[in-house]
């Protein structure tokens, strides 16, 4: 029977800078968004923004923050002899989407460090980079607002430029402001969300995400743990007010604000119809330190309460009856919980770590399954896992020759997820070199070909191989740190790849139970077949990662088989992809093609193909 998890997944992995600019809608940039780490008072916590008609901005350290969590503020001095309007802007995560369909909701908080004679109005406005203003609202302020005060306007634009490159900005207007100073803080601008979610995702990628149909999210991501001790992600530091999240430094050399937290991901799996498959830090970073053993006690019981804000028990939780103040009483559903990430980087420690992690989280919730990070038996682990995470990151010709990795593998009730997998180079002697050295920027169809053939392998073992997911998932195309990525985008358009269309046949494709059949010969020819007995069809998937058209013949041992069923066919040459400047140039076609219980088919080179016809 076919894992309903298999082959189906999306990882919270976002690979550029700026986590909120593709996964949140905010839109204006992340670095003032959620205030600055202490340590950041330089000139490059004001990326982004820029002073309007010669007024002075810095980012300080407020003598009374907005909160504890954001101790920063942005200042604005307005000189002596400035003109009426005067303020400051945001360009947004590499450009702004305005759209005269949508209503933004904009919002800050504002303050007068000491009590001033102004009385006027704050103006905020969505514009272009030449000054044409698309929507605008003002709110009266006074000068003896000296305690933290939130603003909220809403704006629907006039027009819908066909250019991203447009501002957020923020202006007062009396001539008694000249000479003051104003502090600001926690700026926020949405347009709407997928499925009207307050701060929620962007409606055209979570779509996108959506008609996938993925059926589990590993979350927070693999990396996105932590990068050292101090830095790493820490559930309660993202749920609750966004005032109360202080952010960090992410692992991609960016600011997270955490705007996206634990709740929002339960919420994206809830609208999404998805499982999270749900990450702990267990003691290791990326920077290579292991905690000893002795010091691991609070970051279990943090796992332990993690754990516990998603399924626990809102009237004996604590975790939980935080969950429940916020709005989501009854407990989320939750199967796998993964103890790490990459731990094989760190594999003698974690033969301490995984013993005390997974021993406390046994106990503490026996009804979960908690998946190993380390290689496979290896090292040997106590308690044994029943359940390891395997990456790879590879060649279209690695994928194509590995379809059979799980075929051997003995089954001993231990079972497999495959959780990161990607071809990313066609160079195997420098898999992460640049892109003069073969290495992708954006899939192509020799290594979607080629993940296809590994995926059939996936299928067949799907016995024992129970969620597999593509990595990394999202790539704002403005500024990245890794590639190639499921999908990318930029301001206003979602680029999905020819890697994102073979994960979605197979996804909308999967059938109820697997059949065997002959098996792959070929090097590069590759196939599955299942049925859906529900509707009672045969799903035959093809991989040729081939140079050249394959030709098969099917024998079908059923009666019944109708004469004509479906062909979907992803195909082009090695190298065509749906980069920015050629979107569409690989996209799926279904045709209808002569069928019965023994016919042929051509699968045309560098093809993914999902043969469907019905057999009563």
């Known amino acids: 029977m076919l894992s309903s998890l298999l082959s189906c997944g999306i990882l919270a992995s976002v690979i550029f800078a700026g986590c909120d600019a593709a996964v949140t809608t905010v839109s204006v940039n992340g670095a003032a968004a959620h205030s600055i780490p202490p340590l950041l008072y330089t000139i490059d916590a004001l990326f982004g923004w820029a002073p309007i008609n010669g007024t002075s901005i810095n980012v300080i350290a407020d003598p009374i923050p907005l909160s504890d969590a954001l101790p920063n503020s942005l200042e604005l001095t307005i000189p002596s002899g400035s003109p009426i309007q005067v303020g400051f802007g945001n360009v947004g995560y590499w450009g702004i989407n305005v759209n005269a369909s949508w209503t933004y909701n904009a919002s800050f908080y504002y303050k007068f460090p000491s009590a001033s004679d102004f009385s006027g109005k704050v103006t905020v406005m969505l514009q272009s980079s030449i000054g044409v203003v698309y929507a605008s609202a003002s709110v009266p302020i006074s000068g003896s607002t000296t305690t933290w005060t939130q603003v909220v306007v809403h704006l629907t634009p006039s027009t819908s430029?066909?250019?991203?490159?447009?501002?957020?900005?923020?202006?007062?207007?009396?001539?008694?402001?000249?000479?003051?100073?104003?502090?600001?803080?926690?700026?926020?601008?949405?347009?709407?969300?997928?499925?009207?979610?307050?701060?929620?995702?962007?409606?055209?990628?979570?779509?996108?995400?959506?008609?996938?149909?993925?059926?589990?999210?590993?979350?927070?991501?693999?990396?996105?743990?932590?990068?050292?001790?101090?830095?790493?992600?820490?559930?309660?530091?993202?749920?609750?007010?966004?005032?109360?999240?202080?952010?960090?430094?992410?692992?991609?050399?960016?600011?997270?604000?955490?705007?996206?937290?634990?709740?929002?991901?339960?919420?994206?799996?809830?609208?999404?119809?998805?499982?999270?498959?749900?990450?702990?830090?267990?003691?290791?970073?990326?920077?290579?330190?292991?905690?000893?053993?002795?010091?691991?006690?609070?970051?279990?019981?943090?796992a332990i309460d993690q754990i516990n804000f998603v399924i626990g028990d809102s009237a004996t939780s604590k975790p939980a009856a935080l969950r429940a103040s916020l709005g989501h009483p009854e407990p989320f559903q939750l199967q796998y919980v993964e103890i790490g990430n990459e731990d094989f980087f760190a594999s003698e420690s974690y033969i301490y770590r995984w013993r005390d992690f997974a021993g406390n989280l046994t106990a503490a919730f026996p009804q979960l399954n908690f998946i190993a990070t380390s290689y496979p038996f290896n090292p040997t682990l106590d308690p044994i896992p029943k359940q390891y995470d395997n990456h790879v990151y590879q060649?279209?010709?690695?994928?194509?020759?590995?379809?059979?990795?799980?075929?051997?593998?003995?089954?001993?009730?231990?079972?497999?997820?495959?959780?990161?997998?990607?071809?990313?180079?066609?160079?195997?002697?420098?898999?992460?070199?640049?892109?003069?050295?073969?290495?992708?920027?954006?899939?192509?169809?020799?290594?979607?070909s080629g993940e296809a053939a590994f995926m059939t392998g996936l299928e067949r073992n799907s016995d024992i191989v129970f969620a597999a997911s593509y990595a990394p998932l999202l790539m704002n195309i403005a500024n990245y740190q890794w590639s190639p990525n499921l999908i990318a985008f930029d301001a206003s358009n979602v680029y999905p790849s020819t890697s994102f269309y073979t994960q979605q046949l197979f996804s909308l494709n999967r059938g109820t139970e697997y059949l065997p059949s002959t098996l792959p010969q070929n090097g590069t020819l590759h196939w599955s077949v299942t049925r859906d007995a529900p509707t009672n069809t045969i799903i035959i998937k093809i991989a040729n990662a081939g140079t050249t058209a394959e030709e098969l013949s099917f024998e079908l041992p059923f009666n019944g088989v109708h004469g004509t069923g479906t062909a979907t066919v992803l195909s082009g040459s090695a190298t065509a992809s749906n980069a920015p400047e050629a979107p569409n140039a690989v996209k799926p076609v279904t045709s209808q093609i002569k069928t019965g219980k023994s016919f042929s088919y051509t699968a045309p080179a560098y093809s993914v193909n999902v043969l469907r016809v019905e057999a009563k």
């Open 161 to 302: 430029p066909v250019s991203t490159t447009n501002i957020f900005t923020v202006t007062v207007d009396d001539a008694s402001a000249i000479g003051g100073t104003i502090n600001f803080a926690m700026f926020s601008l949405f347009p709407p969300t997928f499925k009207g979610r307050a701060n929620g995702l962007r409606m055209d990628i979570a779509q996108t995400l959506y008609d996938m149909k993925p059926s589990f999210f590993r979350l927070p991501g693999g990396n996105n743990l932590g990068q050292s001790f101090s830095t790493r992600w820490q559930w309660n530091a993202t749920v609750g007010n966004l005032i109360d999240r202080p952010g960090r430094m992410g692992d991609w050399g960016y600011v997270n604000t955490d705007g996206l937290g634990l709740l929002e991901y339960m919420y994206l799996c809830e609208d999404m119809e998805m499982e999270p498959i749900m990450a702990v830090w267990a003691g290791y970073s990326l920077d290579g330190a292991s905690l000893p053993e002795n010091d691991l006690a609070p970051y279990i019981q943090q």
């Open 395 to 448: 060649t279209p010709g690695w994928f194509a020759e590995n379809a059979f990795y799980y075929d051997s593998v003995e089954r001993n009730g231990t079972y497999y997820f495959e959780g990161e997998y990607a071809v990313v180079s066609t160079n195997a002697s420098d898999i992460f070199g640049t892109p003069a050295n073969g290495h992708l920027v954006y899939p192509n169809m020799q290594g979607s």
